[in-house]
Each structure stands twice: as structure tokens, then as C-alpha cells.
């Protein structure tokens, strides 16, 4: 492609770079936008605008809304005392998508890496401690991912606020419709170590 084509170039480089997308499915997405100009294209690029001018971090919580406190901190119905800490934003969306649980949520921003450099002011463990010393929070839910680091990040968070409030954690172990032999042996012995009364 030649001069003629440098904005679109330049389109499909920057899309290239989203997670997920690799150069060839970012000139994919590129040609259908332009396919779809009226349909997608011009919609996409002004919503992009707007929310590049708009989008902000949650000031208590670190979710992304649009305003300085996100829907789920300013709602009242959300005030149930649970806390449910979680790594980024994703993992937020994901358990509102759930539908299951009706509380507040504390992003945390990554976990504790001594690899990456990253300590507990480089997350915002210091600003959970500060929110369950003064709103009045019952019980916090560590939603960590079970790596090593998540676990590490949940060890931590665990010692640094024992005694001020419930700590519990997300059960692991067999997804639904999860079938043993698939399963690798981290998730098989998480689920042996968790089980429960029938």
C-alpha cells in the first residue's frame, strides 16, 4: 500500500495493537469499518471521541465510568458492607455480568510482582485499608486470580487487615460442567481442598 492509503495504514496499525487483534485481524476489522462506513465506522469514531474526553477512573473504587464515582459506588442498593476486591476492571465487569453479586467492588490494579517491580503502593492496597476503616464495611471478598502472584496479593491483603473485618475468598476448583479429565492438577486440588458437605 502506498501514500494514497496512510491513514487507513495507519488505522490498522493502531488496531493492530488491542489485545486480541494481530496485523491481519486488524486489517480485517479496517476493511469492514470502511465497508460499513455509515453503519459502524462514523458511529465508532465519534463514541471513541466522546469517550476519550469523558472516561474516567472511579475515584473510591478504580472502575471506569464517566463520572468521578462509578454507577455501583453511588448506588445506595450497593451498600450491603460487602467489598469484593478484585485485580482490574475486567475482572469487575465480569461478576457484574454475573448478576450474583450485589455489593461494592475495590480494583486493585494488578497484583504483587517482586519480578515487576510492583509493591503494595504500586497497587491500591493502602486505599482499601483507608476504605475499611471508614465506610462501614462487613465483609471483604478477595477475588484474586489463583496464580502465584494473585495468591501472594491475597496473603498480603489477608495480613494486613486481619482482625478489622471478615476475609473470605472465592471458591476454586471445578468449573460447571467441567469434566475431571480436562482439568489440570492446581484447579483439581483447589476443589478437593474446597469441598463441602452434601
Known amino acids: 500500500m502506498g501514500n494514497s492509503t496512510r491513514d487507513i495504514d495507519a488505522l490498522i496499525e493502531l488496531m493492530a495493537k488491542l489485545p486480541g487483534l494481530g496485523p491481519r485481524s486488524a486489517r480485517r476489522a479496517v476493511l469492514h469499518l470502511i465497508r460499513k462506513r455509515a453503519l459502524l465506522l462514523t458511529p465508532l469514531a465519534d463514541m471513541m471521541q466522546q469517550v476519550a474526553a469523558t472516561a474516567?477512573?472511579?475515584?473510591?473504587?478504580?472502575?471506569?465510568?464517566?463520572?468521578?464515582?462509578?454507577?455501583?459506588?453511588n448506588s445506595e442498593k450497593r451498600a450491603t458492607g460487602e467489598l469484593c476486591v478484585v485485580e482490574d476492571v475486567a475482572d469487575l465487569w465480569a461478576m457484574e455480568r454475573s448478576g450474583v453479586f450485589k455489593g461494592r467492588y475495590h480494583v486493585l490494579g494488578g497484583t504483587l510482582s517482586a519480578l515487576d517491580s510492583i509493591g503494595p503502593e504500586e497497587l491500591r492496597i493502602p486505599r482499601l485499608v483507608t476504605r475499611v476503616e471508614t465506610e462501614?464495611?462487613?465483609?471483604?471478598?478477595?477475588?484474586v486470580g489463583a496464580t502465584i502472584d494473585?495468591?501472594?496479593t491475597a496473603h498480603y491483603i489477608a495480613d494486613q487487615l486481619e482482625g478489622r473485618v471478615r476475609l473470605t475468598s472465592l471458591a476454586q476448583g471445578v468449573p460447571i460442567g467441567?469434566?475431571?479429565d480436562y482439568l489440570d492438577d492446581g484447579t483439581i486440588t483447589a476443589a478437593l481442598n474446597a469441598r463441602k458437605d452434601i
Open 56 to 73: 474516567r477512573e472511579c475515584a473510591r473504587c478504580g472502575n471506569v465510568g464517566t463520572e468521578d464515582l462509578c454507577d455501583i459506588c
Open 136 to 143: 462501614e464495611i462487613t465483609e471483604v471478598i478477595l477475588a
Open 150 to 152: 494473585g495468591q501472594t
Open 178 to 180: 467441567g469434566e475431571l
